[in-house]
T-cell receptor, first 115, second 113 residues
């Protein structure tokens, strides 16, 4: 149980285009989901907290107009990288939890390459 | 602020060798500590965790002990297998927030036959 599915696993896009990444909780409802980003040889860093039915909470230094987060249902959060640039190339991963006792499950991640 | 420092890789070991991956942390209070593993092409999987000082987390032959005095949570395995080849992440969750993870940089392990 507690499976989080993330799609796509890899995407290559041209500079200036937008890319949408989906994070789904398959067998539980998640009012909160988290988006992380990892640059090469660096830690996974929390980007934002996605809240179902309300605005996402962004970490300091993360541009909310560039990284649009939509959490329209209890099982789906999307991260859209708008007007992507090569410096946005990174590994993006989401997580969610059915409850505090179970803990957090992570998606398989999305490798974004902007050319 | 809260942070995790993890030994850099990559680490290459022969099968049946002893594994240690060092992890130290900085946090206010007493965080929960985790080791996650990422196999090629897959997401992060929880390997083990400890929620208070002196707790030992264990799973699949891996162990880590929550050491408050040294602020460490080193991962060990007595005899690694080829199937253990993966990237290992040390992480903490602060006691107060309860949900935000702080990760180390990850350590890539390759086990050769």
């Amino acid at each position: 149980g507690a499976v989080v599915s993330q799609h796509p696993s890899r995407v290559i896009c041209k500079s200036g285009t937008s890319v949408k990444i989906e994070c789904r909780s398959l067998d539980f409802q998640a009012t909160t989901m988290f988006w992380y980003r990892q640059f090469p040889k660096q830690s996974l860093m929390l980007m934002a907290t996605s809240n179902e039915g309300s605005k996402a909470t962004y970490e300091q230094g993360v541009e909310k107009d560039k990284f649009l987060i939509n959490h329209a249902s209890l099982t789906l959060s999307t991260l859209t990288v708008t007007s992507a640039h090569p410096e946005d190339s990174s590994f993006y991963i989401c997580s969610a939890s059915p409850d505090r006792v179970y803990g957090y499950t992570f998606g398989s991640g999305t490798r974004l390459t902007v050319v | 602020g809260d942070s995790v420092t993890q030994m850099e890789g990559p680490v290459t070991l022969s099968e049946e060798a002893f594994l240690t991956i060092n992890c130290t942390y900085t946090a206010t209070g007493y965080p929960s500590l985790f080791w996650y593993v990422q196999y090629p092409g897959e997401g992060l999987q929880l390997l083990l965790k400890a929620t208070k000082a002196d707790d030992k987390g264990s799973n699949k032959g891996f162990e880590a002990t929550y050491r408050k005095e040294t602020t460490s949570f080193h991962l060990e395995k007595g005899s690694v297998q080829v199937s253990d080849s993966a990237v290992y992440f040390c992480a903490l969750v602060p006691r107060l927030t309860g949900n935000q993870f702080y990760f180390g940089t990850g350590t890539s392990l390759t086990v050769i036959p």
